[in-house]
């Protein structure tokens, strides 16, 4: 898990080239693509998160970034990003509470 200012300066460039994201700064961030299983999984696991924590969340589609910021998630997606912290994969829902304890 990383947590340090890097993760509000990243989320500030994907707001830069995703500017739909901007009304979803306090939100969750779910980085991923169409057809990626693990992208998949951890949805689910977010949902199951859901269940018991009232957080929310965003898919974002890397594929709709420009090709520079899109290669920088292209090995390591699934990626939550909360507002302070980033989580790749592989992660479980003991994980997610983690973010929010932190």
């Known amino acids: ?9 990243l989320r500030a460039r ?3 080239k995703t500017p739909s994201l901007k009304a979803d700064q306090d ?10 299983h693990l992208c998949d999984v951890a949805a689910h696991l977010l949902t199951q998160f859901q269940a ?8 974002v589609d890397i594929a709709d970034f420009d090709e520079l910021l899109m290669m ?4 390591t ?4 990003l909360t507002p302070s912290k980033r989580l790749n994969y592989p992660f479980s829902v003991l ?3 983690q973010l929010l304890s932190q």
């Open 95 to 97: 994980d997610l509470q």
């Open 27 to 36: 939100k969750w961030w779910l980085l991923g693509t169409s057809g990626c």
């Open 77 to 80: 997606i699934p990626v939550i």
């Open 72 to 75: 920088e998630f292209a090995t």
């Open 14 to 16: 994907l707001i830069e």
């Open 52 to 59: 018991v924590q009232p957080v929310t969340y965003q898919d």
């Open 1 to 9: 898990m990383y947590d340090d200012n890097n993760i509000k300066e």
